[in-house]
Structures are given as structure tokens and as C-alpha cells.
């Protein structure tokens, strides 16, 4: 498997979580933070959206950076208020 399938399946995985809104404001702008190096697809295929995300395919997603901390780096952010969740309420 490439890179950028590897990268794909993963990302495509954390979106199939993606559409509850923010318990802190409300909002429906939650966006799934993918760590990690890039590829360069992920430039070219998506568009930049206010609040710092990038959408592709209809869905929003952040940048997260190479550096994880194991349980306490956040999976989501809302773009509206800025909040940082491991995990949103089912």
C-alpha cells in the first residue's frame, strides 16, 4: 500500500465519525485533526476554510502537526470556538 492510500483510508476513517456538533458552542464547523507528514494531495485537492481547517470532499479537516502525545492530543477542533476535544459525545 503507498503512502497516500495509507493516508486516504486513514483520513476517510476519522470522517466517517464526522457531523456532531461542538459541545462547547454548538456548532456543526467540527473539523477531524490529521497528524502526521502530508501528502501533497491533501494540498491540491482540498480548499482552505476560515478558521485554519481545509475541506476535501465536503468534509473538514485540520492539520495537526508530526508530534502526538498518546492520549492527550486532540482528534477534533471546532473552527468556530477553538475548543480541542480527544473524543466527541455520541
Same mark, same amino acid.
Given at each position: 500500500?503507498?503512502?497516500?492510500?495509507?493516508?486516504?483510508?486513514?483520513?476517510?476513517?476519522?470522517?466517517?465519525?464526522?457531523?456532531?456538533?461542538?459541545?462547547?458552542?454548538?456548532?456543526?464547523?467540527?473539523?477531524?485533526?490529521?497528524? @502526521?507528514?502530508?501528502?501533497?494531495?491533501?494540498?491540491?485537492?482540498?480548499?482552505?476554510?476560515?478558521?485554519? @481547517?481545509?475541506?476535501?470532499?465536503?468534509?473538514?479537516?485540520?492539520?495537526? @502537526?508530526?508530534?502526538?502525545?498518546?492520549?492527550?492530543?486532540?482528534?477534533?477542533?471546532?473552527?468556530?470556538?477553538?475548543?480541542?476535544?480527544?473524543?466527541?459525545?455520541?
Amino acid at each position: 500500500m503507498s503512502e497516500t492510500t495509507a493516508y486516504r483510508e486513514n483520513l476517510a476513517s476519522w470522517i466517517r465519525i464526522y457531523g456532531q456538533p461542538c459541545p462547547a458552542c454548538g456548532s456543526s464547523r467540527v473539523a477531524v485533526i490529521q497528524y @502526521g507528514y502530508p501528502p501533497q494531495y491533501l494540498f491540491s485537492e482540498s480548499t482552505e476554510v476560515e478558521g485554519g @481547517g481545509r475541506m476535501l470532499a465536503g468534509k473538514l479537516f485540520k492539520l495537526g @502537526g508530526c508530534c502526538v502525545t498518546v492520549g492527550e492530543s486532540p482528534e477534533f477542533e471546532c473552527l468556530s470556538c477553538g475548543e480541542g476535544y480527544r473524543r466527541l459525545p455520541r
